[in-house]
């Protein structure tokens, strides 16, 4: 059974595309995630606890690494930071996905990390009520 491409996904192929050939991938969110370098990942981490801390959100920063998809490269590993909590990290998790914003972090050595890499500064407002919500 062959598939049929709407207007939609084309329309957002070639947007892509033209980023691409243009020779601007930065525009592209994933293309510049991948690039961010360690010390803007610092600052970024930096912001985002400073907007905690305001909130009375008690969050350390932490270095941490990611890796690129399974299948392209598997053992890249990008070196980035995360924002980090102590507490009730399962319950932290499971209530952050079901948010209206769905923020995705992960548990590792009994903390919840929210790796900056991947985090629009743009979602900093939301990502601090959605964790002082989920933290009540």
């Not at 920063?61 to 990008?78: A, C, F, K, M, Q």
């Amino acid at each position: 059974r062959a598939m049929r491409v709407d207007k939609m996904t084309l329309a957002a192929l070639e947007a892509t595309l033209r980023s691409y050939e243009a020779g601007s991938p930065e525009e592209i969110p994933v293309i510049a995630m991948l690039a961010a370098e360690p010390d803007a990942l610092r600052q970024k981490a930096e912001k985002l606890a400073a907007m905690l801390a305001s909130a009375e959100i008690e969050a350390v920063i932490l270095p941490t690494e990611g890796r690129v998809g399974g299948g392209s490269v598997p053992n890249h590993v990008l070196p980035s930071y995360a924002v980090a909590f102590d507490g009730e990290v399962n319950k932290l998790e499971q209530t952050l996905r079901k948010g209206i914003l769905p923020i995705i972090g992960r548990i590792h050595e009994g903390k919840s990390l929210l790796d900056v890499r991947t985090l629009l500064e743009s979602d900093f407002e939301t990502i601090v009520t959605s964790v002082r919500e989920a933290l009540a």
